[in-house]
Nanobody, 114 residues
Framework: QVQLVESGGGLVQAGESLRLSCAAS????????MGWYRQAPGKQRNLVAR???????DYADSVKCRFTISRDNAKNTVYLQMNSLKPEDTAVYYC????????WGQGTQVTVSS
């Protein structure tokens, strides 16, 4: 069984920063890409950022130059550094792992006040 445990969400003011972490544990074989998605109320879950095992990254246009994704392969952990947060970044953020099948974390709330 694979578990993804997220941490780091919270309530901040616009312009501030947060760092999300997601640690994968359990019977993991062939760990591939890891990423972050977000879902605002009444909206679809969308990709925020994704990183391959080799370190190649992909970002949603709305977060480029503000968010940075990174990973520690030895710890099966992915991070999302979020700077210059905006109210429109408010959402539940979900960690995603591609390891022969797709795994999801439970989600962590990020709320940005104006």
């Amino acid at each position: 069984q694979v578990q993804l445990v997220e941490s780091g969400g919270g309530l901040v003011q616009a312009g501030e920063s947060l760092r999300l972490s997601c640690a994968a544990s359990g019977s993991i074989f062939s760990v591939g890409a890891m990423g972050w998605y977000r879902q605002a109320p009444g909206k679809q879950r969308n990709l925020v950022a994704r990183i391959t095992r080799g370190g190649s990254t992909d970002y949603a246009d709305s977060v480029k130059c503000r968010f940075t994704i990174s990973r520690d392969n030895a710890k099966n952990t992915v991070y999302l550094q979020m700077n210059s947060l905006k109210p429109e970044d408010t959402a539940v953020y979900y960690c995603n792992l591609d390891a022969r099948r797709i795994y999801w974390g439970q989600g962590t709330q990020v709320t940005v006040s104006s």
